[in-house]
């Protein structure tokens, strides 16, 4: 999206601003909760212009921001973070033209693959991180050991990592002797490996490869990512 190209329809303009999802702005333009320079407009279809039209939602102005989304197949020897003096950022793997504000939704840790999500985006990454929503994400882990026939009943009864933290029941799907697919609903510090740790094994390896409805593109290869198209966008919306 770029000011070249001010020209939108006003359910997508008021979605890219995270006013709600595209069915829910749709409700709300023909409601008559939404005026554009001046005048109530009940169609979702009308074009406005993003760099001039006044646009009010229940007599409160908004202002368009260029949102952009970003999916990184993140590489292990990276940090998720926007700037770091010493260390190589998923940020930086962005293209430096498209940088500006960009932000890795929550965290992978350094030697973990896979899924990132980058945005300049803060309502949505706050929806998508928020504890009371209980987001999925869907990791691949090669363990040193082979798993226990009880491990898959201690994941989802919630196990007890230390005497401060019990992670919340998770699902454990078993693919071969030494690998497995973890879902969890909470994203705690070095949280699966923590949790391997306590049935006594080690992650060797790990990768997300889901967050919410946004599945991994396997095309893309460590360090490539690209732009999430809008059915990506509003679903991950939707997870809100």
């Keep these: 999206m770029s000011k070249s190209n001010s020209m939108l329809r006003l359910d997508k303009y008021l979605a890219d601003l995270s006013v709600g999802t595209r069915t829910e702005v749709k409700q709300m333009i023909r409601k008559g909760r939404v005026m554009v320079n001046g005048n109530t407009e009940t169609s979702p279809e009308t074009k406005v212009d993003s760099n001039h039209d006044k646009i009010f939602v229940d007599s409160r102005e908004l202002s368009y ?44 840790d350094k030697d973990t693959e896979g899924l990132l999500i980058i945005t300049n985006d803060g309502d949505l990454a706050h929806q998508l991180l928020s504890p009371k929503k209980h987001v999925d994400k869907v990791y691949f882990a090669k363990l040193r050991d082979p798993l226990k026939k009880e491990d898959e009943e201690a994941f989802a009864a919630g196990l007890k990592i230390d005497e401060e933290f019990t992670a919340l029941p998770a699902k454990l799907e078993r693919i071969s002797e030494q690998e497995a697919y973890v879902t969890i609903r909470e994203g705690k510090f070095h949280q699966i490996k923590r949790m391997f740790e306590a049935t006594r094994n080690e992650v060797i390896y790990l990768k997300r490869i889901s967050m919410g409805s946004l599945v991994l593109d396997e095309s893309l290869s460590l360090g490539e990512y690209r732009e999430l198209t809008e059915e990506e966008i509003e679903a991950l919306r939707e997870n809100r």
């Design 65 to 108: 921001v260029t949102l952009e989304y970003f999916m990184l197949n993140k590489p292990a020897g990276v940090v998720s973070a926007s700037n770091d003096k010493k260390q190589t950022t998923v940020v930086d793997l962005i293209d430096e033209a498209k940088r500006k504000d960009l932000f890795p939704v929550g965290r992978l």
